[in-house]
Structures are given as structure tokens and as C-alpha cells.
């Protein structure tokens, strides 16, 4: 059976384990020893979405493999623009390569390539869905941090209707048994209901509020977000909310010692630069876990054993 990774949705909490425990040991593994793991394989990289850290650590994580890719960046420059199907794309791409990293703005594309090709799919993002990569590598981040998942407080901030980010994270933390959630947003943004409602056999509570600065004494993790102006069907909309939150190192000042603050990147103004200098700025290092995180997804994709 072809190794997809589409969802949250679709894995266990042990499925996810296997990644985090791959990803510490690629860690472990010499570069040189490492680029013998993919020799000969080729991994088709569709960007249909604008992105610098996804398809550049996962193009970065396929050459470390000692992997070839092939690929586009925007569908500017593919023959979708003069007018080629989405199935035609993906039935030409599967000839080509072994593996397919996919990032579309419509959501369940990445589900829908799973479907119709014999190739394995990586979902790198599909619309306000799904991120299941970027998951992955903030979980791993926050092991590295506190050695554990369950029982940490997490807090998500900015745009949680939109975020894929916020989406498929907060799956897999239940599935992980966190039981407790901040969810800071304005009124507009608030994450949606489906979300709340997850079959559990432990009660999970959800405490919404518009204020950033309640999460600073609560959370263990801040997970901050950026406002995301392509998602928005009214720039009305877009531009009443757009500066809602603006975290600085005053805010921080007096904050618990081992509070980190994670963002999937990029930011806008939601973070200021000051807080890169606090001990609590992590993102910078969650992004250089994705390198790490992907290459252990694509020796799973491969069914390659470290
Ligand atoms: N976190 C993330 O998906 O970043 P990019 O959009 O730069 O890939």
C-alpha cells in the first residue's frame, strides 16, 4: 500500500510517533552516510501555492537523501495555465517521479491527487485545510522543548478560521491527549466549530478570548499566526483585522521562564523583531526542524529503515 499524508485526520497517535522517533534518528546519521538513503529517486514538487519554507526544505530534505527533484513553484508556469486538468498534471507528473509533494490553494486537491495516482502524496498545504508536514515539525519542535506532549497549555493566536497551521495541529495534540486550549482571535477569526467537536474519551476545553495578553501567564506555547490577506473574500474584512495582534518583548518581560513562542512562518508584524532576542523565540529553529522532519517523512514514504 502507497504511504499518502494527506491529514491529521488519517493518523494515530502512534503513526505520528513513528515520524517524531525517524526524525530523531536522521539526526544521528552523518551526511555522508545519509545521502545513500534515496539514491535514484526522484520527488515531483507541485507548487501551485506561493511558499520559501515547505518547498525548499522538502526539495533541501530529498538532495540530503542523496534524491533528484523535479518540480514548479507556481502554476504561471505549467501548462494548468493554458488551460490543462489538475488529473491530466498529476497523470503526466506520476511518470516522471516516485514521489508527489503537492501545495494547492482549494482545499482536498492533495486528497484528490492521493486518489487518482499509483504514486505516493505528500499534502504541503491545501487551502485553509490541512498542513500535516508542518505539523509534524511543530510537534517534534515542542518535543525537543518540553520531552513531552501531553499536559503542556497551548495557546493559538491570529487567524484560526484559515490557518491549515492551527487546523491540523490541534488535531494531532488531542490525538495526543492535551486536553486544554486557549484560542485568542478576533470574533471574525475564531476557529471553526468542527474543530471543538472531537470524539475524545476525556473531556477537552476550548477558552476563547481577543486578548494576547491572557495567554502569556497560561500557555506553556504560544502558537501565533499571521493574518492571511489571500484568504479573505473581502479586503474589508482583511484590513479591520490585520493588525489584531502584535506580540513584543515588553509583553514578555515577566513570562514564565519556560514559555516558548512557536509560528509557522512566515510572520508579518504579528511577532515583533525584539522577540527574536528573548529565550522564548523558537520558530527560527522549528523552521531549520523542518528539514529534519522532512526527510524523515520521505524515508517513511519509502518505507526506508534508519
Ligand atoms: N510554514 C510554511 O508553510 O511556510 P511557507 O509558506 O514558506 O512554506
Redesign the pocket.
Known amino acids: 500500500m502507497k504511504r499518502d499524508l494527506i491529514s491529521m485526520h488519517d493518523l494515530k497517535a502512534e503513526d505520528i510517533q513513528v515520524y517524531l522517533d525517524t526524525a530523531a534518528r536522521v539526526e544521528t546519521i552523518s551526511l555522508k552516510d545519509r545521502f545513500q538513503l534515496l539514491q535514484g529517486k526522484i520527488m515531483a514538487s507541485l507548487f501551485f501555492?506561493?511558499?520559501?519554507?515547505?518547498?525548499?526544505?522538502f526539495e533541501a530534505a530529498m538532495y540530503r537523501l542523496g534524491g533528484n527533484v523535479i518540480g514548479f513553484a507556481e502554476q504561471a508556469a505549467t501548462s494548468v495555465s493554458k488551460g490543462e486538468s489538475f488529473s491530466d498534471t498529476i497523470h503526466t507528473v506520476e511518470s516522471y517521479s516516485d514521489v508527489i509533494v503537492i501545495?494547492h490553494p482549494k482545499e482536498g486537491t492533495s486528497r484528490h491527487a492521493a486518489q487518482i495516482s499509483y504514486l505516493p502524496v505528500i499534502n504541503?498545504?491545501d487551502g485553509t485545510n490541512q498542513?500535516p508536514t508542518?505539523t509534524l515539525l511543530d510537534l517534534y519542535t515542542i518535543i525537543k522543548n518540553f520531552k513531552k506532549i501531553e499536559g503542556l497549555r497551548i495557546a493559538f493566536v491570529g487567524d484560526l478560521k484559515y490557518s491549515r497551521?492551527v487546523h491540523s495541529l490541534l488535531q494531532a495534540l488531542i490525538k495526543f491527549r492535551v486536553n486544554e486550549f486557549m484560542l485568542v482571535s478576533p470574533e471574525s477569526l475564531r476557529l471553526p466549530e468542527y474543530l471543538k467537536r472531537v470524539k475524545t474519551d476525556f473531556p477537552v476545553t476550548f477558552v476563547e478570548t481577543k486578548n494576547l495578553e491572557d495567554a502569556i501567564p497560561y500557555a506553556d506555547i504560544i502558537y501565533m499566526t499571521r493574518i492571511q490577506r489571500e484568504r479573505f473574500p473581502d479586503q474589508i474584512e482583511y484590513e479591520k483585522v490585520k493588525d489584531a495582534f502584535c506580540l513584543n518583548a515588553g509583553m514578555l518581560k515577566n513570562a514564565p521562564e519556560q514559555l516558548k513562542v512557536l509560528h509557522?512562518?512566515?510572520r508579518v508584524n504579528e511577532i515583533a523583531p525584539d522577540v527574536d532576542e528573548t529565550p522564548h523565540a523558537e520558530y527560527f529553529r522549528q523552521?531549520k526542524n523542518?528539514l529534519i522532519m522532512r526527510q524523515a517523512i520521505l524515508l517513511n514514504v519509502f518505507e526506508v529503515k534508519i
Open positions: 501555492e506561493a511558499s520559501t519554507r515547505t518547498r525548499l526544505s501545495r504541503a498545504g498542513h508542518q497551521t509557522p512562518l512566515p523552521a523542518g
